[in-house]
């Protein structure tokens, strides 16, 4: 059975003991968005997660998208459900006030966004999609195309999309087709075809805005002649309303593993009417500002459905009743213990809540930055912010949605025979979880986006948000034995990045052999930064505590667990970084 | 050695002529400067007076020092010409006109010393008309010495004898130019344009028709033109805008009048009438308004524009973006046979040029190896026309001519199947006109690394850092890293050394033949590190430069350096801990952290402070020398020449300066070897230093500037560590201060300031884009 109540306790310890909250939005000009305020947000979106989209989710896996004579129909409930999220506002929370959003801090805003992915990935998409096409359109579209488009964007009315992916095209987008032709109005026309277009058509909302990525007649080869377009479904009236039918159709949707109610369209477009969004020959740059929002958002989902997996297995374990404790009988007036009792199972519980947590605590981390990125007054501390986002976005991309699969698959294990079966619903979150490492940029392209792009960029200035913080808290903690796995396995990570630096220098295979194993090194220190500063708020809160007490202490156990048994795991990596990509690269192709 | 002059008098004061007294007096030789009357006013000496004050004024600097430019006197040809008797030799550098010339070789034949060579700095008028009608005694003392301009900084000089002229006269103002001018002296026959500019008249030329014929954008010319063949990156266009392109029409009308009607330059020369509009208009180049390039400065903006030659008018300029070097890579011939007009640009440009070298043997010089040192030293070519052909191949060059129907000089043909260098049993040998190889022997007492290696392998070695057997028990540390930056790897190889030369050597050298003898530390590893907060590693590179320092100074054996270009902040820190340096007159020595925000870190402070608590002409006190060295080390001050160097004691009386950079080596190894009689390594020394109150002061005075804005936030920050430091830290008044405290001050506020985000932010500038960052 799919449990999930949105975790309020732990989110609100991460925003506000953790990533102090409200020093944050003091130093982002919004002292007024206070505990009380978020902590009422998050509540609300906990209800709607929980009430609205968690019944939808089994559901909506069963019955799928319907695809007839273009026409895509969403499995049932989710009009209603799309209805009920604009009406609580929910799409416009992080959003541009100056279009009708709420201009919520992010910190906020992705907690919500979490429990969306928890409750329903695959309606989650949709809301997903159009909150990162505001933000391309927002960053790069002119003045004319926001005043038209934001507002019905923000509050739910349209929705958006982005199209990257062409059949002979998905991880090198230099090898894009579609055209875009130039109008003497100033328009243009686009012809192409697209594939795996996430709510390229459905029945949600009564238009639909594409961004498209498309070449213009005497574009340079390869990706540095892609632009952005912005192609409506329905050409607006005048007055704003959906007009005339545009020049793009949904040709088909995909039948595939998981993320069933989400409809992933091919699109065909002919002589659609589109506009350029941002300079000719970009639109890489307009559609980053969009990426770099959904790879965050995408790392996330990751973490939403391990979220529901360890609720669900944690649910499981203590219910579910299978052999005895191995130091004798538990619950001796029962037939048999329940799992729950088995070092193994508890293994698995553990490291699935260790990571859960650690997951939860960066991205509030990452969440503050991306705030002061935009909002700090100090453009100094902007800049920072900005660089410290460059770098953890593909961190956090790949991390949480390796885990979000690996750890879902760890709570279906829980159910035994039954999370195989479709009764419980775990092998839906296996299969769920699974796109999130693929798309948005294949979690292998993450790894390499930090070896080879992001690390070396300023001679490791990127590098600096992260590995300053982390030695000063070492340096500081110096006499607490808590901290000593963290200092070791953070020395290991500075080798680890010195080395990669020196030897890809000479060799860029060598960064690429090394890119997978060390952006996981990368994380697992970053959870233990998160951890070890969790367990310090923790002892430090727990001698007040009172009714919080047994919150606080697992707290630190689970700190105490991940030191243990899952920040070691760095050890291992910085040997296979070591060994260097010889015997990996040795074989020859048609050794395969 | 050279026989010194102890007079040379110099006519002519323009800037050729300035630019050869002010050489002849940096190397330490008075120089009698003469010059017309001028056309009015009472000083009649204001001609030559006027181009020495221009001089001191001029960047790049003609003088090495202050006190050189006092060596030169100035005067004019009516009243002073009769002095020229007081010189032993008589450089005339008039303007290109034979008559004036004439007339004035036979004023100085009534009044010269018998037998005083006489020279010719014309780059137009042949040997045989200069000396048309003159006597034989004038003759047999003449020559042509062809300077390059600036003359202090380019190190060709042409020599031109005629069939009369004493060769043991020749072989003097050879060797004069040679040690004391530092020149690398090619040997010319007389034909038109000597050797250097007929070539490259003949290549700029070229490159010019070729891009309008080829329809490259200048941008893309010089791109081709420029780091593909090793040619310095301005490129052709670049390179005109220096010169000045209202040189251009005079020079290739002289040559073309010169060159026998069957000369390929005809063929490649013709009228562009678009570089007389730009000359008509006051666009002559850097001098004027701007040349090819100019930068515009209309409505308060900067912008770089470039001349479109399809619409005549400026542009913003344009990077050049070329798929076709890009595939090309380092290989020539495939970027001379790229398909398009990138390779044809490049083929019928280099190609012909390299055909035009191999027909200038014998034409102008029977020795491959002048045309190439000519295009090396007079063009700051990277390899000279033949080392080109060598690199594409002749055959392949042969083929190429023949298919186009051009013909292919019989000195190219020489080299069919094999090529014009190789080297054998360790020598390098050129291919002569007889088809045979010789050796390349280089002028006397010249001792290269370059050579060494050619027969030798390194003692030791590792990826930064190479030692070589120098002969006579003398080792040379060369640095082999990325501009020669200095890293963990050098220290490494130093220590290895420093323990080999202790067991079976006499001394070292610290030498290299890189442009320069190390630009610093490699900040680039430094910023990374400090990027992943790696302070151990940063603070361990750190400690272990200062004991390999120590080390040096302390060996049981001497230590020379002998630098040649930059020298700075970790490379000048090399030279403040030898026991000697043997500079090459053009080294740019300082101690220059503190503009990237750091402070010397490998004991730069130490010696600093040492030098000028001891040196006598300092006032008594321990203020005066921390004063001294903190004005010097917080701006960053460089030194623009050995000479200056010496001012600041990053030399000291006892070093030595060699002006020929091909003699360096020699002259640190003999001084290595003079030191080595009976060395004993020197004392450690101790000093009084004035401590808090001395660090407060200083603090003080920083504070004034920046209240004036003239220093910065940072440079606040950056000069009070830097003022902890050289005062000593807590020191006493009445204590002395020990080597090693100096060094763990050092040390502490390096790592102190390097925690900063003023001074990441700093490197990162300068790594970036050259220049430093004023924050
Ligand atoms: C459910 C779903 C929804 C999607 N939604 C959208 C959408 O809304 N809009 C959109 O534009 N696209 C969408 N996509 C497409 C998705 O982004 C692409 O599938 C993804 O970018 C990978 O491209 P590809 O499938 O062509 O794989 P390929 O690019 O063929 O890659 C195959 C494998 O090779 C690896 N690889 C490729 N190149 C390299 C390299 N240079 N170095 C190392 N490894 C490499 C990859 O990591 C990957 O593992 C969606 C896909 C799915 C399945």
Avoid at chain 1, 550 to 561: D, P
Avoid at chain 2, 494 to 523: D, H, M, Q, R
Avoid at chain 2, 632 to 643: E, L
Wanted: aromatic share 8%; glycine share 10%.
């Amino acid at each position: 059975m799919q449990v999930y109540k949105a975790p309020l306790r732990d989110m609100r310890f991460v925003l506000h003991e953790l990533h102090n909250s409200a020093a944050h939005v003091a130093e982002i000009g919004q002292p007024d968005v206070a505990e009380e305020l978020i902590d009422s947000i998050l509540e609300e979106a906990g209800k709607f997660a929980t009430d609205i989209l968690l019944p939808l989710n089994a559901s909506g896996d069963e019955e799928g998208c319907r695809y007839e004579n273009g026409v895509v129909r969403t499995p049932k409930g989710f009009i209603e459900a799309y209805k009920k999220f604009c009406e609580g506002g929910w799409g416009a929370l992080a959003s541009d006030p100056a279009y009708g959003g709420q201009g919520l801090p992010e910190i906020v805003g992705k907690m919500v966004e979490e429990m969306q992915c928890s409750a329903n990935l695959s309606f989650g998409l949709y809301p997903g999609l159009t909150h990162g096409a505001t933000l391309a359109l927002q960053g790069h579209g002119t003045d004319e195309l926001k005043q038209a488009y934001l507002p019905k964007m923000i509050d739910g009315t349209w929705s958006g999309t982005m199209c990257l992916t062409e059949p002979q095209c998905g991880t090198d987008l230099g090898l894009m087709r579609t055209k875009a032709v130039p109008q003497e109005d100033g328009s243009y026309r686009i012809s192409g075809a697209k594939i795996f277009i996430s709510a390229g058509e459905h029945d949600l909302t009564e238009n639909i805005v594409h961004l498209v990525l498309a070449r213009l007649p005497d574009a340079p080869k390869g990706i540095k002649g892609v632009s952005m377009f912005l192609v409506p479904k329905f050409l607006p009236t005048e007055d704003g309303r959906p007009g005339a039918r545009n020049g793009v159709t949904c040709t088909a949707i995909e039948h595939k593993m998981g993320l069933k109610a989400s409809a992933t369209t091919q699109l065909y477009f002919d002589e659609a009417v589109g506009w350029l969004v941002g300079e000719p020959n970009k639109g890489m740059r307009a559609m980053f500002t969009m990426m770099n929002a959904e790879r965050l958002s995408v790392g996330i989902q990751g973490l939403g459905v391990a979220e529901t997996a360890y609720q669900s297995a944690a649910f499981y374990a203590k219910d579910r009743i299978q052999g005895r404790a191995l130091a004798g009988a538990r619950y001796p007036d029962r037939a048999a213990d329940p799992i729950i009792v088995h070092p193994d199972v508890r293994r698995s519980l553990m490291t699935i809540r260790a990571y859960v947590e650690g997951c939860r605590a960066l991205s509030g981390w990452v969440a503050t930055a991306l705030d002061l990125e935009t909002k700090a007054a100090d453009p100094v501390r902007r800049q920072e912010a900005e660089d410290f986002v460059a770098i953890m976005t593909p961190v956090v991309k790949a991390l949480f949605t390796d885990l979000g699969f690996e750890l879902s698959s760890m709570a279906l294990q829980v159910y035994g025979g039954h999370g195989y079966i479709r009764d419980h619903g775990m092998e839906q979150l296996v299969r769920d979880a699974r796109i999130c490492m693929i798309y948005e940029g294949a979690n292998g392209i993450q790894a390499l986006d930090l070896v080879g792009r992001k690390m070396p960029a300023h001679m490791g200035r990127f590098l600096r948000g992260f590995f300053h913080p982390v030695q000063a808290f070492i340096e500081e903690n110096a006499a607490d034995p808590k901290v000593l796995p963290l200092a070791k396995s953070f020395a290991a990570l500075q080798q680890a990045t010195a080395h990669i630096a020196t030897v890809s220098l000479k060799d860029p295979e060598e960064a690429g052999a090394a890119a997978t194993d060390y952006l996981r090194m990368f994380g697992l220190v970053a959870l233990g930064y998160m951890w070890a500063r969790a367990a310090k708020v923790a002892a430090e809160k727990l001698p007040a505590a009172n009714g919080d007490a047994g919150f606080y202490q697992a707290k630190l156990t689970t700190a105490q667990f991940f030191a243990d048994r899952l920040l070691p795991q760095t050890s291992a990596l910085w040997s296979s970084i070591k060994a260097g990509k010889a015997s990996m690269m040795a074989l020859e192709d048609a050794a395969f | 050695m050279a026989e010194m002059f102890t007079k040379v008098a110099v006519i002519g004061s323009g800037v050729m002529g300035c630019g050869i007294a002010a050489q002849i007096a940096n190397a330490g030789v008075r120089v009698l400067l003469l010059d017309i009357l001028p056309r009015e006013g009472s000083n009649r000496r204001a001609v030559a007076e006027g181009a020495i004050a221009k001089a001191l004024k001029t960047d790049p600097a003609p003088f090495m020092s202050a006190a050189a430019a006092r060596l030169i006197e100035a005067g004019n040809i009516e009243d002073d010409l009769a002095r020229v008797a007081e010189c032993d030799w008589i450089v005339e550098v008039v303007v290109e006109r034979l008559d004036i010339k004439q007339t004035l070789y036979r004023r100085l034949e009534a009044v010269r010393r018998p037998g005083t060579p006489i020279s010719s700095n014309t780059s137009t008028i042949p040997l045989s008309q200069l000396t048309e009608g003159l006597p034989e005694r004038f003759t047999r003392d003449f020559m042509i010495t062809h300077f390059f301009n600036p003359p202090r900084y380019m190190r060709l000089m042409e020599l031109v004898t005629g069939p009369h002229t004493d060769a043991t006269l020749a072989d003097k103002i050879a060797l004069f130019c040679d040690v004391a001018l530092g020149k690398s002296v090619v040997n010319c026959k007389d034909s038109p344009g000597f050797i250097a500019n007929r070539l490259g008249v003949f290549w700029m030329t070229g490159a010019v028709t070729q891009t309008i014929e080829h329809g490259l954008t200048i941008e893309e010319a010089d791109a081709v033109m420029g780091r593909p063949f090793g040619v310095p990156k301005t490129g052709v266009f670049g390179l005109m805008d220096l010169v000045g392109l209202d040189l251009m029409p005079h020079v290739n009308a002289s040559m073309a009048g010169a060159l026998p009607e069957n000369d390929e330059f005809h063929a490649i020369n013709r009228d562009i009438p678009i570089i007389g509009r730009l000359i008509e208009t006051g666009y002559t180049g850097r001098k004027g308004k701007g040349g090819f390039y100019r930068l515009n400065k209309t409505g308060g903006k900067r912008v770089k524009e470039t001349l479109d030659f399809a619409t005549g008018e400026y542009r913003p300029e344009r990077r050049a973006e070329l798929p076709e070097l890009v595939a090309a890579g380092r290989d020539l011939r495939a970027l001379m046979s790229a398909p398009g007009r990138v390779g044809a640009y490049a083929w019928a440009v280099m190609g012909h040029t390299m055909a035009y070298a191999a027909k200038l043997i014998p034409e102008a010089t029977d020795e491959i190896v002048a045309i190439d040192e000519a295009m090396r030293l007079g063009y700051n070519w990277k390899h000279g026309p033949f080392e080109l052909i060598d690199m594409v191949g002749a055959d392949w060059l042969i083929e190429r001519l023949h298919a186009e129907g051009f013909a292919v000089p019989p000195m190219l043909q020489r080299a069919a199947g094999r090529s014009f260098y190789r080297v054998q049993n360790g020598i390098r040998q050129q291919l002569g006109q007889d088809g045979e190889y010789t050796d390349i022997v280089r002028p006397h007492g010249i001792l290269m690394l370059e050579d060494i290696k050619l027969a030798a392998k390194p003692v030791l070695k590792n990826g930064s850092a190479s030692v070589w057997d120098i002969g006579d028990g003398v080792l040379c540390f060369e640095f082999t890293s990325k501009s020669n930056s200095l890293d963990e790897q050098i220290m490494a190889l130093l220590g290895k050394t420093i323990a080999l030369v202790k067991k079976e050597y006499k001394a070292l050298v610290i030498y290299n033949e890189g442009s320069n003898f190390s630009v610093g530390a490699n900040l680039g590893l430094a910023l990374f590190a400090a990027n992943i907060a790696a302070w151990m590693q940063v603070e361990s590179l750190i400690a272990t430069g200062q004991e390999m320092m120590q080390k040096l100074k302390y060996a049981p054996f001497p230590v020379v350096s002998a630098p040649s270009g930059m020298a700075l902040g970790g490379g000048c820190e090399f030279l403040l801990h030898s026991d000697a340096v043997q500079a090459h007159a053009e080294t740019y020595a300082g101690l220059v952290e503190c503009g990237v925000g750091l402070l010397p870190g490998w004991g730069g402070c130490k010696e600093m402070l040492g030098r000028w608590a001891s040196d006598p002409k300092m006032p008594k006190g321990p203020m005066p020398a921390p004063a001294k060295v903190f004005e010097m080390v917080s701006t960053a001050k460089v030194a623009k020449s050995a000479a200056e160097a010496r001012e600041m004691l990053v030399l000291r009386p006892s070093d030595r300066v060699t002006m020929n950079r091909y003699r360096l080596l020699a002259d640190a190894k003999r001084r290595a070897l003079e030191l080595a009689a009976d060395y004993k390594a020197p004392e450690p020394r101790e000093i009084v230093l004035p401590g808090p109150s001395g660090r407060v002061a200083l603090n003080q005075a920083v504070a004034g500037f920046a209240k004036l804005g003239m220093a910065t936030t940072h440079d606040v920050v950056v000069s009070g560590e830097l003022a902890t430091v050289l005062t000593g830290g807590d020191t006493d008044i009445i204590d002395t201060v020990k080597e090693g405290k100096i060094l763990d001050l050092e040390r502490e506020s390096f790592m102190r300031l390097l925690r900063t985000p003023g001074t990441l932010a700093r490197i990162e500038h300068m790594l970036e884009t050259g220049k430093p960052l004023r924050n």
